[in-house]
C-alpha cells in the first residue's frame, strides 16, 4: 500500500475521531483544557522557537535520512537486483608449450584482491585442433560477482552512470506516481462506498490504470539516461498486455501485506489486551499468561514478514522483470540483464528465472536497508534526548502540554462555530 493512501485513511479516521470526541466533550475537560493552556503564562518560563532547533534539527535530519535511505536501497538499489543477471567472461589464449619450472612462476588463477572476480583457470576447453593447424587453447571463465551484492558498488555504478544524484533517480516519477495513485483511488474510493472493501478495490484498479507510469519510473531506475522527458518514454498501450496480471497481483499483494497482519491482530485479540492485563500478569509471575501474550504481539510481525518474502516479495520481482522486459530497444539497463532468459510463459518465467542466489540478494539488501535505518533513527532520538536533557525536560514538557490544550481548545471552539453557523 502507498504511503500517500495510508496517510489519506489515517487523516480520515483522525478527522472523524476528533469531531465525535470534541461533539461528547465535557465542561470539567474545556476547563481542564484552558487550565493546561496557561501554565506557560503562569510559570513564566517561554521556550523560544529558536530554543527548540537542537531538538527538531536531529529529529529532522533523521527523517530525511530515513526517506533517502528508503528511495536509495528499498526502490532504486533494489530495482536493479531484482533485474541484474550473472554475468562472465572467457578469455581464449594458446595454451604454453613450455610450462612453468616453479609454481610461483605460474599465473594466479585467483586474485588477492577481495572484489576481484573468480577465475577458472581449468582448461575448459583443452585442446583443439584443425587441420590446418595444431594449436593448443586454455579458455579461462571468468565469473563475475553480481554488482548489486554491496552497497558501496551499487552507488559507484550509480555516481559513474549520472553523478551524485543518481542515487535518487527517477525521484520525480515516483513522486508523480504516488502522488496521481493516492489522489484518484482515494476520489474513487469516495464514490464508490463500501467502506474499507472500495479501498481495497480502487486501489487495485487505479494502479492497473497508472501501470504504465509506474513502468516509465521503474525505466527510470535500471536504464541508462536518456535525453527523452518522460511522457515520451511511455510505452505503446498494445505493448502492454504482458503488464496487466503482474500489476494485478503486485496490487493485491500490496494490500495483503497491510491487510493480513491487521486481520491477524484482530484476530489474537490485540486490540482487547489493555495495560492492566499486562500487569496483573506480571505481578502474579504468571509465566504462562506472559508467554502467551507475548506470542499473540509476536504473531503480528511474523505474518508481515512471511506475507512480505512469500506474496510480496515475487510480486514485485516478478513485476519489474516484466517491466524491463519491455524496456524499448533503443535503451539499455546499467546492470547486465538477459531477457533471453524470460522466454514462454512470461510471468511464471520472470520470478523462475531469477534463482536462489538472486533472491538471498535482494533480501540481505533489504535486511541492511532496515539495519541502516533503524541506525539513524537510534542516533537521531539520542541525539534529541540529549538536547531536551541539556534544556531541561520540565520546560519542554510545560511548553508542548501548553500547546497542545490550545490546539484542542482552537479545534472545540471552531467546531461550536460550525454547528451554529449550520444552524442558522
Known amino acids: 500500500m502507498s504511503t500517500v493512501h495510508v496517510l489519506g485513511h489515517v487523516v480520515r479516521r483522525g478527522v472523524e475521531v476528533a469531531q465525535n470526541h470534541i461533539a461528547g466533550i465535557s465542561p470539567e475537560t474545556i476547563a481542564r483544557l484552558q487550565h493546561d493552556a496557561a501554565l506557560r503564562e503562569k510559570t513564566g518560563d517561554e521556550v523560544k522557537p529558536w530554543e527548540l532547533l537542537p531538538i527538531l534539527i536531529p529529529v529532522i535530519l533523521s527523517l530525511v535520512l530515513v526517506a533517502s535511505i528508503r528511495y536509495t536501497i528499498g526502490d532504486v538499489m533494489a530495482s536493479l537486483a531484482m533485474i541484474e543477471s550473472p554475468s562472465s567472461t572467457a578469455i581464449i ?25 573468480i577465475a577458472e583457470k581449468e582448461a575448459f576447453i583443452p585442446t583443439e585442433t584443425t587441420p590446418e593447424s595444431d594449436v593448443d587453447v586454455e579458455v579461462t571463465v571468468i565469473s563475475h560477482k553480481p554488482i548489486t551484492s554491496k552497497i558501496v558498488a551499487t552507488i559507484g555504478l550509480l555516481h559513474r552512470t549520472g553523478g551524485f544524484r543518481a542515487r535518487w533517480r527517477g525521484l520525480g516519477l515516483s513522486i508523480l506516481y504516488h502522488g496521481l495513485h493516492g489522489t484518484f483511488a482515494n476520489l474513487l474510493a469516495g464514490l464508490m462506498g463500501f467502506g474499507f472493501v472500495g479501498h481495497f478495490f480502487s486501489y487495485i484498479f487505479v494502479s492497473i490504470g497508472l501501470m504504465r507510469v509506474h513502468m516509465v519510473w521503474t525505466h527510470s531506475m535500471i536504464a541508462a539516461p536518456s535525453a527523452k522527458p518522460w511522457y515520451r518514454r511511455i510505452v505503446p498501450r498494445k505493448q502492454c498486455r504482458a503488464l496487466l496480471l503482474p500489476s494485478l497481483v503486485f496490487a493485491v499483494a500490496q494490500q495483503a501485506a497491510f491487510i493480513l497482519p491487521v486481520a491477524v491482530a484482530f484476530a489474537v485479540g490485540l486490540p482487547n489486551i489493555k495495560h492492566e492485563h499486562l500487569a496483573d500478569a506480571a505481578n502474579h509471575e504468571n509465566c504462562g499468561k506472559m508467554v502467551l501474550m507475548g506470542l499473540r504481539f509476536l504473531a503480528v510481525p ?31 539497463t546499467i546492470v547486465p540483464f538477459d531477457k533471453a532468459a524470460i522466454m514462454g510463459d512470461i510471468d511464471l518465467s520472470a520470478w523462475r528465472s531469477f534463482d536462489r542466489s538472486a533472491r538471498l540478494r535482494i533480501i540481505k539488501l533489504y535486511a541492511k536497508m532496515v539495519m541502516a535505518q533503524f541506525t539513524i533513527i537510534f542516533v537521531g532520538l539520542h541525539l534529541a534526548l540529549l538536547s531536551l536533557f541539556v534544556m531541561g525536560s520540565d520546560r519542554i514538557v510545560i511548553a ?25
Do not use: M, W
Open 400 to 424: 508542548v502540554k501548553s500547546a497542545a490544550a490550545e490546539l484542542q481548545l482552537i479545534a472545540i471552539e471552531a467546531h461550536k462555530e460550525a454547528i451554529k453557523n449550520g444552524a442558522q
Open 302 to 332: 511474523a505474518t508481515a514478514i512471511f506475507v512480505a518474502l512469500a506474496v510480496l516479495l515475487p510480486a514485485a520481482v516478478t513485476l519489474t522483470r516484466v517491466e524491463a522486459l519491455l524496456l524499448p530497444e533503443d535503451e539499455q
Open 93 to 117: 589464449e594458446p595454451r604454453s608449450t613450455n610450462p612453468p619450472k616453479y609454481a610461483e612462476d605460474a599465473p594466479p588463477a585467483y586474485s588477492d584482491e577481495p572484489d576481484a572476480p
